[in-house]
C-alpha cells in the first residue's frame, strides 16, 4: 500500500497540503500519514477519498513508514521559536535531511520540500545559507525526483502571527493585485500557503525525473494550472 507521507502537517503549507491530497489524483498512492510532533486537526485527517492516518511522535525520521513512495515537507521553524539560529538550523537542516534519508532507505522516489526564494550555500544571509545547504543535500541523495519549492514569504492565516512583516507582506500583496498595469508585481512579492501546497500537487502530477526547482513564479503559475483543473472537472 505506498503512502504519501507528510512532516511539516500542522504548519502553514503543510496543513494545506494535507487538506488538498484527501482528495487529490496521486497514481499508485492509496494511502496519506501526516508524522506530526502534535495531532493535527480531525477535520484534515476526514472526508476524503485517501485513506489518511497521523502518527504523532517525538521521532519523526524512524516514523517513517516502510511504504513511503512520496515524502512531503514542509517542515521548519523561525528563529524566535526555536531560541536561536542553532537550533532552528538543528530543526530546519538536520531534522529535514534526517527525515530525507530515512525516505530514501525505505525506496520512496519522490522528495518534495518547501524551501526559500534566495537558498544559497553561497549566500550572506544566514537562513538562506541553510536552506540552500538543505536543497544542496537533499539533491546529493539522488531521489528518482526531487522537487524544491522556493516561495518568497509565505501568506496566509497563522495562528499565531509572530511576523509583523508577513502581514504587512500581505497587505501589500492584496493591493497590488488592485492596481492596474501592475498587479503582477504581487508574484514577486509572496505566495499563498494554499498556493504553494497546490503547486507542490500539481508538481508531483505532471510526473517527471531529476532535480526541479520552482521559484515563487513558476509556484504561481502552477498553482493556478491546479485550479484551472479543478474548475475544468467541475464543469
Known sequence: MAALAIVGATGLVG?????????????????????????????LTTGGTHKVSNVVTT???????????ILFSGLGTTRAAAGGFDNQYKIDHDLNLAIAKTAKAVGASTYVLVSATGASV????????????????????????????????????RENRHAFLEGSAQGAVNFWKKVPFVGNAAKWIGADAGDIAKAALKAIQ?????????GNEAILKLAKEYDDEIEAKSK
Do not use: C, Q, W
Open 206 to 214: 505532471k510526473g517527471g525525473s531529476g532535480v526541479e526547482i520552482y
Open 15 to 43: 496543513s494545506n497540503f494535507l487538506a488538498l491530497s484527501r482528495t487529490a489524483e496521486l497514481p499508485g498512492i492509496s494511502a496519506v500519514v501526516a508524522i506530526t510532533r502534535r495531532p493535527v486537526k480531525e477535520s
Open 122 to 157: 553561497d549566500s550572506h544571509f544566514a537562513y538562506n545559507r541553510m536552506k540552500g545547504e538543505l536543497d544542496r543535500d537533499v539533491e546529493e541523495l539522488e531521489f528518482e525526483r526531487t522537487i524544491i519549492l522556493r516561495p518568497a514569504l509565505i501568506l496566509g492565516k
Open 59 to 69: 521521532d519523526i525520521p524512524a516514523s517513517i513508514p516502510p511504504t513511503t513512495t
